[in-house]
């Protein structure tokens, strides 16, 4: 079932670059205190979430973070050496975007936003959402019908309703 707005996000083990290599972190602790936006996205270096997604959120970045936002993270369903180097390489990383791996999908499926389209290769992928939370509770939710569209999930529009 979906995650809701006033549920509370569910933990799981995700994967970031730390500075030693793979580290694991609880997402209860990326995203369990404090005023979190956190956007997922269907895979890394695939088309939207490049060239629409990621970058909404690194021009956005400096405008949550006046409204008081104390983190924004990306997480996708990919490993944590391609996150890495696809905030790197978007500018994401610069910017300030935290770049998690949920690898096992894990808390994607937590937060039923799991889904897969084999004829691409997309399989146990994350729907095209963003969120706002608070303390772990979710405040605003925003989910594409389509995964190839980055509208409502764009950092713009998740601004626009904070």
């Known amino acids: 079932m979906t995650i809701s707005v006033g549920e509370t996000l569910p933990d799981a083990t995700v994967l970031r670059m ?5 580290e694991e972190v609880q997402m209860a602790d990326l ?8 956007f997922g996205l269907p895979g890394a270096y695939t088309g939207t979430c490049t060239t629409a997604h990621v970058p909404s959120f690194i021009r956005t970045k400096a405008d949550f973070e006046a ?13 944590p050496f391609v996150m890495d180097a696809w905030g790197e390489s978007t500018g994401a990383t610069q910017a300030g975007i935290q770049m998690v791996g949920d690898a096992a999908s894990a808390f994607t499926k937590a937060i039923g936003m799991d889904f897969s389209a084999p004829p691409v290769g997309l399989i146990d992928r994350s729907k095209r959402f963003a969120l706002y939370a608070e303390d772990g509770v979710v405040k605003v939710l925003h989910v594409e019908e389509n995964p ?10 998740l601004l626009a309703a904070l």
């Open 67 to 79: 409204k008081g936002v104390d983190a924004v993270i990306c997480v996708s369903v990919n490993d």
């Open 31 to 38: 995203a369990g205190s404090g005023k979190v936006v956190l």
């Open 18 to 22: 730390g500075e030693e290599g793979p």
């Open 148 to 157: 190839g569209v980055c509208e409502t999930s764009a950092g713009e529009a």
